[in-house]
C-alpha cells in the first residue's frame, strides 16, 4: 500500500478543465453534437450500450465459458471511443472514459454468465428470467456503490497504480490530442505489436507456452516496478520451496500446486495487513472529521466531489434490493443472503487492493473463501451458497472494475459523478443480457449443461469452462470444511498483521527513514526491506494467487522497469537542454508505463478478437 510503499508513479494532479468535461470545447466538426448536451451525452451512450457493451459483453461470455477467464474490452471500448470522441479533441478524452466504463461494466456482467451454468450443472431449479435479471442487477448496483465507497482512499489517497487502468488513461491522451499522440504513438503503439506478438507466439509455441510467458504479466510489471513485484516473486518461491512439505503434512495432494493453499494464506494475508492499515485510517478519519473546520475551502477538486450521505443511500438501498428479491422471489433464507453482503464490503476492499497493485482481481478466490466461511457457519445447501457467493462474486468484479475504471478518471480528471451514471447504466444492460447470452449458449451447445466433474470423459472441444469447474467443486465441498484450511487462514492473518505493524514502526522511525535517505547504501537497504526481507503482505500475496512462472515474468517487468528508470534517471541532468529531445509527456505517462500499457493493451485485444472469432466460426 502507499503508505508503506509509495506508488511507483505519483503523478500531479490532472489540468482539467471545470468539472473536468467537454462542456465549453467547439468540437472540430460542426455536425457533432454540443459537448456535455443531452445530445452529446445520447451519442456516447448510444455507442456503448449497443455496440461497444454487447461487442466486449458477448467475448468475456463466450472466454468464461470456453477459456475460464476473460477481459473486460477497456482497451477496445477506449480506442473505438477515442475514434468517436476525436472530434472534441484533448477534452474528447472524458466522452471516451465514459464510453469505456460503460462498455466494461456491461462486459463485467456478461461474464457472469457463468453463475447461470453452474446452477445448471448442479441440478438446480431454473427461477424465471426476470428473477435472475433483476438479482443480478440489484447485486451489481450495490457493488458500483461500494466500489465507488472505496475510491477516495484506494484511488485518491493510496493511488494505487490499477496497471490495465494506468494503460487505459494513455491510450485516451495519445488517441484525443494530437501532440501526445505524437509524443508517445511509438512507445505505445510498439508496446501494443510486442504484446499481440507475444500472445500468439505462446498460443502458437507450445514450449514458449509452457513457460508462462505474458505480455500482459510483464506489462504490469513494468508499470508498478520492482518493489511491488519482486516480493510477488519471493512469495512464489517460497511458496514453491515449502511444497514438499505441504504434501508430508497432508495439506496438499500429492500432485496439486502450491496455489491449491496458497491462495487461501494470500487472501488471509491482506486481511491482516488492511486491519491495521484501515485501523490507521479510522483513527486519522476522526482527526479530520475534528478538525474540518480549519480544513480549507474547495479542497477536494469539483470533478472529485461525491456526496457521502447520498452514496451511503445507494448502498444501503441496494443492498435491501437485494435482501428483498432473494428472500421473496428466490426464496432463500435471510442469514446467508446479509452474509453474502457483509462478506462483499471486505472483499471489494481487499480485491480493489490487489487490482490496484498487481492488475489481478481474485473474484473466484475470494469465491471459493465465501464458501468456507459458509462451511464454517454450518451451511450444507449448494443452492443458497450458490446465490450467496454469487453477491461476493459480482460485487467483487464490478466493484474492482468500479475503482480501475476511476484510476482511469483520477489520471484524465474525468468528472467522477458522470462517469458513475454511465457504469450504473451499464450494470442494468448487462444484467440482462448476462441471462440472456447464458441460456443462449448453453441452447446452441448443450456441452455446457453438462456437469463435467461427473463426467469427466466428455468431449467438451473448446468449452472447457474452467471457473464455472472450479465454482462447482467449492461449492461441493460445503459442510467438509478442513483442520488445514482454517489453519492456512490463521497463518494468513497472522503473517499479514505482524509484517504489515513492523512496516509502520519502521515507517515513523525517524532515525531509519532518514538513513534510507541519506545515501545509496540507505536505499539499497530501503528496496531489501521493502522488496525482500519485509516486503508488504499486499504485494507478496500475489505469488501465492499464480504459478510460479507467473510471478517469475511479473518480477522480470518490474526489475526492467526500475532499472531503465534508474538509469535514465541518472542520465536526465546531462540530457537536459539537449537539442531534439522532443515533445515532453505528462509525467505519469513515463517509457515503462507507455510500453508496459501497451504490452497489456496488446495481449487484452489479441484475446478478445480470438474470442469474438472463434464464436462467429462456431456461428457460421
Not at 59 to 87: D, P
Not at 306 to 326: D, H, I, N, P, Y
Request: hydrophobic letters at 50%; a positive charge; charged letters at 10%.
Amino acid at each position: 500500500m502507499a503508505q508503506s510503499t509509495p506508488p511507483l508513479s505519483s503523478p500531479p494532479p490532472p489540468v482539467a478543465s471545470p468539472g473536468a468535461s467537454p462542456e465549453g470545447t467547439a468540437p472540430r466538426f460542426g455536425w457533432l453534437p454540443a459537448p456535455g448536451s443531452w445530445k452529446f451525452h445520447l451519442l456516447l451512450s448510444a455507442v456503448a450500450i449497443f455496440v461497444l457493451g454487447p461487442l466486449g459483453g458477448i467475448a468475456a461470455s463466450y472466454m468464461n465459458f470456453s477459456l475460464g477467464f476473460f477481459v473486460g474490452g477497456q482497451v477496445l471500448a477506449g480506442i473505438l471511443g477515442s475514434a468517436v470522441t476525436y472530434g472534441y479533441g484533448p477534452e474528447g478524452k472524458h466522452g471516451a472514459n465514459y464510453m469505456q466504463t460503460m462498455a466494461a461494466s456491461v462486459a463485467s456482467m456478461c461474464a457472469m454468465a457463468v453463475l447461470i451454468q453452474a446452477m445448471v450443472w448442479l441440478g438446480m431449479p431454473q427461477p424465471p428470467a426476470w428473477h435472475l435479471m433483476l438479482f443480478v442487477g440489484c447485486v451489481g448496483m450495490f457493488g458500483v456503490g461500494v466500489g465507488m465507497l472505496y475510491t477516495p482512499l484506494l484511488v485518491d489517497r493510496l493511488q494505487l497504480d490499477y496497471p490495465s487502468g494506468y494503460a487505459v488513461a494513455n491510450i485516451l491522451r495519445a488517441l484525443t490530442d494530437k501532440r501526445l499522440l505524437k509524443a508517445s504513438i511509438a512507445k505505445l503503439g510498439g508496446g501494443t505489436a510486442v504484446g499481440a506478438a507475444v500472445a500468439w507466439l505462446t498460443e502458437h509455441v507450445v514450449r514458449l507456452g509452457a513457460t508462462g510467458l505474458s505480455a500482459s504479466t510483464i506489462g504490469a510489471g513494468m508499470v508498478v516496478g520492482s518493489r511491488i513485484t519482486v516480493p510477488a516473486v519471493m512469495g512464489g518461491l517460497i511458496g514453491h520451496a515449502f511444497t514438499p512439505y505441504l504434501r508430508e503434512m497432508g495439506w496438499l495432494g500429492a500432485k496439486e500446486p502450491f496455489r491449491k493453499i496458497g491462495f487461501l494464506i494470500g487472501l488471509a494475508m491482506i486481511c491482516g495487513a488492511a486491519v491495521v492499515d484501515l485501523s490507521l485510517l479510522a483513527v486519522q478519519a476522526v482527526e479530520r472529521v475534528r478538525n474540518r473546520a480549519k480544513a480549507p475551502a474547495g479542497e477536494v477538486p469539483a470533478w472529485k466531489q461525491v456526496k457521502l450521505s447520498r452514496l451511503l443511500a445507494w448502498v444501503v438501498f441496494w443492498g435491501v434490493a437485494v435482501v428483498v428479491v432473494a428472500t421473496q422471489l428466490l426464496e432463500q433464507p435471510l442469514g446467508f443472503i446479509v452474509f453474502g453482503l457483509v462478506l462483499s464490503l471486505l472483499f471489494v476492499l481487499i480485491n480493489g487492493i490487489a487490482y490496484g497493485i498487481t492488475d489481478q482481481n481474485p473474484i473466484s478466490s475470494a469465491f471459493v473463501i465465501c464458501v468456507l466461511l459458509m462451511s464454517l457457519l454450518g451451511l450444507k445447501s449448494p443452492l443458497v451458497g450458490l446465490m450467496a457467493a454469487s453477491i461476493l462474486l459480482i460485487s467483487t468484479s464490478v466493484g474492482s472494475d468500479m475503482q480501475q475504471d476511476r484510476s482511469t478518471g483520477w489520471r484524465l480528471g474525468t468528472d467522477r459523478i458522470i462517469q458513475f451514471r454511465y457504469q450504473v447504466v451499464g450494470i442494468i444492460m448487462g444484467s440482462v443480457l448476462c441471462v440472456v447470452l447464458a441460456r443462449v449458449f448453453m441452447s446452441a451447445y448443450p456441452v455446457l449443461a453438462v456437469n463435467q466433474l461427473d463426467n469427466p470423459d466428455i468431449q467438451v472441444g473448446q468449452w472447457g469452462s474452467a471457473m464455472t469447474y472450479k465454482f462447482v467443486g467449492a461449492i461441493r465441498s460445503l459442510g467438509t470444511l478442513s483442520e488445514h484450511t482454517v489453519k492456512a487462514l490463521l497463518l494468513g492473518l497472522g503473517l499479514g498483521f505482524a509484517i504489515e505493524v513492523t512496516r509502520k514502526l519502521l515507517k515513523r522511525h525517524e532515525r531509519y527513514q532518514a538513513f534510507l535517505k541519506g545515501s545509496r547504501t540507505g536505499y539499497a537497504v530501503g528496496w531489501a526491506m521493502d522488496s525482500v526481507l519485509l516486503s508488504s503482505p499486499y504485494a507478496s500475496s500475489f505469488g501465492a494467487f499464480v504459478n510460479l512462472p507467473v510471478a517469475l515474468w511479473f518480477g522480470v517487468g518490474g526489475i526492467l522497469s526500475s532499472a531503465w528508470n534508474t538509469v535514465t534517471k541518472r542520465a536526465a541532468p546531462h540530457a537536459a537542454g539537449s537539442p531534439g529531445e522532443g515533445e515532453a509527456l505528462p509525467e505519469d505517462m513515463s517509457t515503462t508505463s507507455l510500453v508496459g500499457g501497451g504490452l497489456i493493451a496488446g495481449e487484452s485485444l489479441y484475446f478478445l478478437f480470438v474470442g469474438l472469432a472463434g464464436l462467429v466460426s462456431l456461428l457460421w
